[in-house]
């Protein structure tokens, strides 16, 4: 069999080079100006927003797309995945402004929108909705809200500045405030801090009524579960407002009032850059530009975090429970085979979610630690599996022999059993933790800020396509590799044929 002689580093720059140029080319769209030539088109809505519904009664014969972000949809209409995609007007119009391919069709898909903050139905939330209700009245009569208004919709890119609520005093408590940071202009990251609308607003208002703020970011879809749990006092961010998320949460004055549009593209191409001038441009934008690689490195370090405490927890766990299980124990194998049926049956995010915003719904525990826990009781059914197969596969004479020698229960299986077992087993332990340095991308849904989180978040921001996440799927690599190689070399340890014979001899007498 012929074996590729390309270097490493050069596959990944060969890789780099033909996805651009594939991603680059433009497969071009009709372009539309009415909402009745959509009547049976493809059409993007993000996955719960109002759009997905007003959409959905406006074209019954569409075919709707659901996606994550704006961005996505974006992408998806520039690769002619989708005609067109519903979205809050404000929110086309300041992707109108960087993207120059980009246009909406003028009639408008809904009018009348409010969106606002959103508070949980309890006591405490009905007082901080009341307070953050009149407080909005209050700029909007002072002139503050036009103010706020026109400065993340007008043209000055310098007034757009990112708040420092770290400093905020704070005298009456600290309030946590869930948002999705690629929301723009409401809720986005700029120059690592959180900006927008509704943080300057909320700024505002925390400086007003003497609260600190802690800023929680999370997927939208996990902003009503973190309100409704109580994980987070309040939530922001163009949160539009319907009758049946009502019934939920209280919405607070809407702090803004728009309609729903289509996005199109524009009927006229774009003018392209070279090839490389594109690949600089998209290397500016995605690392050097505000600092974002800053971004991927705080990403990078929480990923590496989360999938080296779950490898050792869950490790751990796992051993523990089987050497529970091993004496035979009815009791204990059917709380173990009922648990690792559990654990193994539900999808990872599914058990995030639930313990997150359920088994710890009352508890201030990060969403970082909430992982941890989570993707150790993944692992730890997963090591559990592996020692019960490794064991079997070592013979049974080897522990009679051991018996007849003299060796305790104990002595056998640390000594005998567990490293020969170790050796069959290992090949799956190595899987195992690259699988779980890749699974550990969906904790964005529960507030954490991981390397994919990040990468949406940049994304958000620089309206890149491709290059952030073959950033990010370099940087998974290479992580990857990291612990293959790592977990490599301690499998060649326990592999009987790279054992010397001092190795093999060591503790038997050979004088006698």
Known sequence: ?????????????????????????????????????????????????????????????????????????????????????????????????????????????????????????????????????????????????????????????????????????????????????????????????????????????????????????????????????????????????????????????????????????????????????????SFEKTFLREDRWKLFVTGSLNTLLITLFSMLFGTLLGFLVYLLCRGGNRAANTVTGICVWLVQGMPVVVLLMVLYYVVFGRFRISGLWVSVIGFTLVFGSAMYGMLCSGVAAVDKGQTEAAYALGYSDRKTFFRIILPQAAFHFMPVYRAEAVSLVKGTAVVGYIAVRDLTKMADIVRSRTYEAFFPLIAVTVIYFLISAVFKLVIGVFTRQVDPKNRTPEQILKGIKTED
Request: charged residues 25%.
């Open 1 to 281: 069999m012929l074996r590729s002689k390309i270097p490493l580093v050069e596959k990944l720059l060969l890789f780099l080079a033909v996805s651009l140029f594939a991603c680059s080319l433009y497969t071009g769209a009709a372009a539309f100006s009415e909402l009745d030539e959509l009547e049976d088109k493809r059409i993007g809505v993000t996955t719960g927003s109002i759009q997905a519904l007003q959409a959905e009664e406006r074209f019954p014969n569409a075919q709707l797309f659901y996606f994550s972000t704006s961005i996505d949809m974006l992408n998806a209409l520039r690769t002619n995945k989708i005609d067109a995609y519903a979205d809050a007007d404000a929110l086309v119009k300041y992707m109108m402004a960087e993207n120059p391919d980009l246009t909406n069709i003028d009639e408008k898909l809904s009018d009348g929108m409010k969106a606002g903050a959103i508070f949980p139905k309890t006591e405490q939330g009905k007082k901080l909705c009341d307070e953050f209700s009149g407080f909005v009245r209050e700029i909007k009569a002072s002139g503050v809200y036009d103010e706020i208004q026109e400065t993340w919709f007008g043209e000055d890119e310098d007034k757009r500045a990112a708040q420092d609520f770290r400093d905020l005093p704070g005298p009456n408590g600290r309030l946590r405030m869930a948002a999705d940071p690629t929301m723009i202009p409401f809720v986005f990251v700029k120059d690592g801090d959180p900006a927008g609308i509704d943080i300057d607003t909320v700024c505002l208002f925390c400086r007003e009524y003497g609260y600190s703020l802690e800023f929680v970011p999370m997927d939208f879809a996990g902003i009503l579960p973190a309100i409704i749990s109580g994980k987070c006092d309040f939530a922001c961010g163009g949160i539009a407002y319907t009758a049946e998320r009502a019934e939920s949460v209280l919405f607070a004055e809407p702090t803004f009032e728009g309609g729903s549009v289509l996005a199109v593209l524009k009927e006229e191409e774009a003018a392209e850059k070279g090839f490389w001038a594109s690949l600089a441009s």
